[in-house]
């Protein structure tokens, strides 16, 4: 019993230690929390990473507030894409963090914008 604990402690560690070096080692954006700073633009060919922290992007040199994040499952209406609006906001495709804020889990989400 006693060299069953030991190896659940290793595993335990092992498993801290690998989540703490992934958050430490993430990249850092530099995004500000508000209209001051430098912007991710989300416009163009390349699908831009977001981190739903953000509060403002730059849609075509314009700096645009977030609404919402959500899955891309409920992506809704395709009219609603960007440039085309629907009820003052459209939607772009996106990568965002999966679990921790700048980790290596990403996956793609709708990011809403207003217009």
Known sequence: MHQRNKRWAGGLI??????LGLSLGAQKTGLPADKDGTF???????IAYVPQTAKYVKYDGKIK???KFTETLSAGDEECQC???C???C??????????????LR?????????
């Open 40 to 46: 991710i633009e989300v416009h163009g060919p390349n």
């Open 107 to 115: 996956t793609l989400y709708i990011l809403w914008i207003e217009c």
């Open 83 to 85: 440039p085309k609006c």
């Open 14 to 19: 092992l498993f801290s230690a690998i989540l």
């Open 65 to 67: 507030k977030v609404v």
């Open 87 to 89: 009820k003052g906001e």
């Open 91 to 104: 939607y772009i495709i996106i990568y965002t963090d999966l679990i921790l804020p700048g980790g290596p």
